[in-house]
């Protein structure tokens, strides 16, 4: 497919952004992209469900913690999940969001406003502590985001994210946590879904 083909590409790109400025728009592309095939995988192959590494746009969202910190909180962060969720009718043109986010404006203009919203979340919780010392074992170069300080914001923002998305879109979010080993969390993860399917049935 030649959208995650050109995801891929991005993606890479942006991995070797040597500042936040520089990361910004490759890694908004690849969110888009990333978005952009899921949609395609639902269209044409009707599958019963999707598991992806991250909702596009909850770290879309999640990320303006990192970019804008000072004017992101919880009312910014439902505003902006509506916007870009395609809900926008439901936000005033006047909002203050567009003052203090810019790039929504520019989102509606291109018609990059309709993403989509999870039918849930399960969050890994991870100390930026043991996040750092991982990625450090991996023995690769680390992306600019990857220091301590630049983790703990984001850490703040998926979870202020996840909070909005549940009490705001009745989207159900379970929190692991991320201080177990891998085979703990992919156990714990699959239980979740089982619950889940079993609810739906």
């Given amino acids: 497919m030649l959208s995650e083909k050109m995801r891929e590409s991005v993606g890479k790109y942006a991995k070797t952004a040597k500042s936040l400025k520089h990361y910004k728009v490759p890694k908004l ?7 952009h095939v899921m949609g395609e995988v639902q269209r ?3 599958p019963d469900f999707i598991v992806l590494d991250g909702c596009p746009l909850m770290n879309l969202v999640a990320w303006a913690s990192l970019y804008k910190e000072k004017h992101f909180d919880s009312d910014a962060c439902g505003t902006t999940l509506r916007l870009l969720s ?3 009718d439901a936000v005033s ?3 203050p969001v567009y003052a203090k986010f810019p790039e929504l404006a520019a989102l509606r ?3 990059l406003a309709s993403m989509r919203l999870p039918d849930a979340v399960i969050m890994l919780d991870v100390d930026p502590r043991i996040s750092v ?6 023995g690769e170069k680390r992306q600019v985001h990857e220091t301590e300080e630049k ?3 984001l850490r703040r923002g998926y979870s202020m994210v996840c909070d909005v ?3 705001e879109f009745d989207i159900p979010v379970r929190v692991l946590d991320g201080r177990e080993e891998i085979g703990t969390l992919a156990a714990n993860g699959l239980a979740i879904l089982g619950e889940d399917r079993s609810k739906g049935d």
Avoid: C, P, T, V
Wanted: positive net charge; glycine residues 6%.
């Fill in 29 to 35: 592309a690849e969110l888009l992209l990333r978005d």
């Fill in 44 to 46: 044409w192959y009707s």
């Fill in 86 to 88: 395609g809900q926008g």
């Fill in 93 to 95: 043109h006047n909002d």
């Fill in 109 to 111: 203009r291109l018609r």
């Fill in 133 to 138: 010392a991982r990625i450090k074992r991996r």
């Fill in 151 to 153: 983790l703990a914001k």
């Fill in 165 to 167: 998305a549940e009490k």
